[in-house]
Nanobody, 123 residues
Framework: QVELMETGGGSVEAGGSLRLSCVVS????????VGWFRQAPGKEREGVAA???????AYADSVKGRFTVSKDNNKNIMYLQMSTLKPEDTAMYYC?????????????????WGQGTQVTVSS
C-alpha cells in the first residue's frame, strides 16, 4: 500500500507564497506520476499540477506561471511551490500518485491519495 502525506499548508495573505510537500512511501517512487489536486468548499476537486517519472509537467491554466511542481527522487518527496497566491487558491490540497504512468490532471487516473493540507489565502 502506497501512503502519501502532505505538509506545508497554512494561512497567507494574497500575493504571498507557500510550499507544499508530499512524502511518498514507495521505493519505486521515481517511476510514478505524482500530482496535486485541490478542493474548495462547495466545489469539485480539480487538478492543479502533476509531474511524471520523466519530469514532464502539467499545470491547470489557473495556476500557470504561479505554481511550480517538482520532485526529489532521492527523498521520495514532491513539492508544490505556490507564489502570488490569490483568495481563490483557498482549498484543501491533496497529493496523489499513479504508478508507471504519464502525467495527467485527471483525478480518476490516480490510485493513491494523501489526507490533504489546508491552504487559506486572505485578501
Amino acid at each position: 500500500q502506497v501512503e502519501l502525506m502532505e505538509t506545508g499548508g497554512g494561512s497567507v495573505e494574497a500575493g504571498g507564497s507557500l510550499r507544499l510537500s508530499c512524502v511518498v512511501s514507495e521505493y519505486t517512487y521515481s517511476d510514478y506520476c505524482v500530482g496535486w489536486f485541490r478542493q474548495a468548499p462547495g466545489k469539485e476537486r480539480e487538478g492543479v499540477a502533476a509531474i511524471d517519472r520523466d519530469g514532464e509537467k502539467a499545470y491547470a491554466d489557473s495556476v500557470k506561471g504561479r505554481f511550480t511542481v517538482s520532485k526529489d527522487n532521492n527523498k521520495n518527496i514532491m513539492y508544490l511551490q505556490m507564489s502570488t497566491l490569490k483568495p481563490e487558491d483557498t482549498a484543501m490540497y491533496y497529493c496523489a500518485a499513479r504508478p508507471f504512468a504519464q502525467t495527467t490532471l485527471d483525478e480518476d487516473r490516480y490510485n493513491y491519495w494523501g489526507q490533504g493540507t489546508q491552504v487559506t489565502v486572505s485578501s
